[in-house]
Structures are given as C-alpha cells and as structure tokens.
C-alpha cells in the first residue's frame, strides 16, 4: 500500500512540477502573438493549469500528507521540505493568477520573468529534493525559537507587524 501510495505520490509531483516549469514559458510567448492567436494560447494554458497542473498538485500534497502519517516521519527535514512545497504552493496559485492578468488585452509578461519564475522553481524544486534524499539531521536548536515552539508563528507575526 506504502509503495503504490509513494509512487503515486511521486507521479503527481512530477507532473505539478513540470506544469510549474512549463506555464512561464507559455506566459512569455503571449507578448509576441495577435489577439486571435493570444486566446488560443490562454485557452490552452489554462487547460493546461486547471485540468492538468491543479489536479496534480491537488493529488501530490493529498498522498504526500497520508505518506507522512502513515509513515510517522515528523522530523526537522521533513517540517522543512513541508516549508518549501508550501512555497511551491505558492508558486502555483500566483501561476492562476498570472493566467488571469497576462491573457488581457494589454496584459504583458517580461521576458526576464520567465527566467526568473524557472529559476526560483527549479531552485524550490532542489531543495525540496535534498532534503528528501539527503534526510540531513538538522538540529531544533538550529532553528530560530518561533519554528520551535507551539504558536511561535503568531509571535513573529506580532513582531513584524507594524504598530499603529
């Protein structure tokens, strides 16, 4: 059951991934084609987005999450490579969103975006992969105290956070 799980788990990520890596290009090409040939490419793209990338995405978290919890892996690295898929996620939901604005009529995506949205990608992409492969021992006093300690987050947010 853990094996099948794993490469379904494995499979998805392959396709979200290359989904991710993909949609800048297509949103690069939007800046060279008239408007006949710009709604072909929007409709292909978010076809590409919302019947092949989301679902991808949908299924990799789901059996990445029951993989966790059947397999009781709740270590530093893993809290970590959690971090990074949530960057990942993030990534994802601003690929909607460019989906929405580049395909307007005088909606534009510069060049050097492509290259900048493959790289941060493939370097999330990275990270996500040594620390599953590597499964380095990260010790908790490496971390800074609001990764350590239960509602830690929303002291750092308090912190952050401008006074009135």
Request: aromatic residues 10%.
């Amino acid at each position: 059951m853990i094996a099948w799980l794993k490469a379904i788990h494995v499979l998805a990520l392959i396709v979200w991934c290359a989904g991710l890596l993909v949609l800048p290009g297509l949103f690069a090409q939007r800046r060279r084609l008239d408007v006949a040939r710009a709604a072909e490419l929007h409709r292909f793209t978010r076809t590409l987005y919302i019947a092949i990338t989301s679902p991808a995405a949908f299924v990799a978290v789901v059996a990445g999450t029951t993989l966790l919890f059947m397999r009781e892996v709740f270590n530093t690295w893993m809290m970590l490579k959690l971090v990074a898929v949530g960057v990942l996620v993030i990534i994802h939901m601003r690929a909607g969103y460019l989906i929405l604005s580049v395909f307007e009529p005088e909606g534009n995506y510069a060049p050097w975006r492509r290259w900048v949205m493959t790289g941060v990608t493939l370097a999330v992409i990275g990270v996500i992969l040594v620390l599953i492969l590597d499964k380095p021992a990260i010790e908790h006093g490496a971390l800074p105290s609001w990764l350590r300690e239960p509602g830690g987050l929303q002291s750092l947010v308090e912190t952050i956070r401008p006074i009135p």
